[in-house]
């Protein structure tokens, strides 16, 4: 199996030369006659969890158990301080072109990658060819919940909760394991669990739901789960556009880095990224941006982009790998939560 999924890796000579073949010869995906127009202005909400207390609990950790961290599930702390612009964001969201599942700015088209949020990531077990998909018959959510935390079934069912149509765990008691775990390993776990519940996938605000139990459980198997994270962003951004409201639900941190590593002149990276301890999404984070800048501005500033002002490859991008089709098809699935 796996040989098979590395057969399918070209370069990006060849992905670009079959990407032209491909649309020259076969045209669009889009069903005849379907015509591609940005909607209405959305009333997109970007409301997002107060992160300052998990914040706090990862500041005071020592080294050995953030180098743990970082093993097992890459760099997503570095996400607890990143600034969602809330002004950029809406203004972005009203660039978001469902059909084609990308930001249409002017001429210029562009979606992040697989690619590239893996490099953000920086996880040395995630496989790219283990990629997460919720099987039929899974474990329970109290099931789960005992293998991540370690606690007891009764532990457990005391705390899960009914919110909406799912059940979740509410942070608090996530935050206590945090802090009293006897066990140092399960301490890092459930302090990932909730970075992928409140940053990642913060559907549930202040909580961590069923379904993001489900991808971490997996993640120690060496499951990627950068194409649900994509997945969940496409899926949100096209929710809020077609209904011209809503709140976001993807992971804001992980995109608006995607956004200022393509369109904001940043110095170039050189050599740093062929480095083994080199993290571009913790370089990004100390890079001091404005935040001033009021909605109205960052309209007009997208709505006038040009082809040169923008950077068709982000600085600290270095792979040359890139996959772009699943067997006959041509396009990669991207399996949500």
């Known amino acids: 199996m796996k040989n098979e999924f590395l057969d399918k890796v070209k370069d990006n000579a060849f992905v670009q030369r079959w990407s032209e073949n491909a649309q020259l010869e076969k045209s669009d995906s889009l069903t005849k006659e379907y015509t591609s127009e940005l909607w209405d202005f959305t009333r997109i909400s970007v409301v997002q969890n107060d992160l300052q207390e998990l914040k706090e609990l990862w500041s005071h950790w020592d080294n050995e158990m953030k180098q743990l961290l970082y093993y097992n599930y890459g760099d997503i702390p570095y996400l607890l301080d990143v600034k969602v612009d809330r002004y950029l964001f809406r203004a972005m969201a009203q660039f978001w072109n469902s059909a084609y599942s990308c930001f249409t700015f002017g001429r210029v088209d562009l979606a992040p990658t697989v690619e590239e949020y893996t490099a953000l990531l920086r996880c040395p077990r995630f496989q790219v060819d283990k990629i997460y998909s919720r099987a039929v018959n899974t474990p329970t959510f109290v099931k789960r919940l005992m293998n991540i935390t370690g606690m007891s079934e009764q532990w457990v069912e005391a705390r899960v909760q009914q919110k909406g149509s799912g059940k979740c765990i509410p942070w608090e008691n996530l935050k206590d394991l945090i802090q009293t775990h006897p066990d140092m390993k399960k301490r890092v776990d459930v302090l990932a669990l909730s970075i992928y519940g409140l940053v990642i996938f913060p559907k549930a605000l202040r909580h961590v739901d069923e379904a993001v139990a489900d991808l971490f459980d997996r993640l120690g198997k060496g499951v990627t789960p950068v194409p649900a994270i994509l997945a969940e962003t496409f899926r949100s951004l096209s929710v809020c556009r077609r209904s011209g409201e809503g709140r976001f639900i993807g992971c804001a941190q992980l ?64 792979s040359d790998e890139i996959l772009y089709r699943c067997g006959s098809y041509d396009w990669v699935p991207l399996l949500g939560i």
Do not use: C, T
């Open 255 to 318: 995109l608006l880095v995607w956004f200022h590593s393509h369109f904001w002149r940043v110095e170039k990276a050189s050599y740093r990224p062929f480095l083994g301890d080199y993290s571009p999404l913790k370089e990004i984070v100390i890079i001091s941006r404005k935040d001033d800048i009021i909605e109205e501005k960052w309209m007009a500033i997208l709505q006038n982009l040009q082809e040169e002002d923008i950077e068709w490859k982000a600085p600290w991008m270095v």
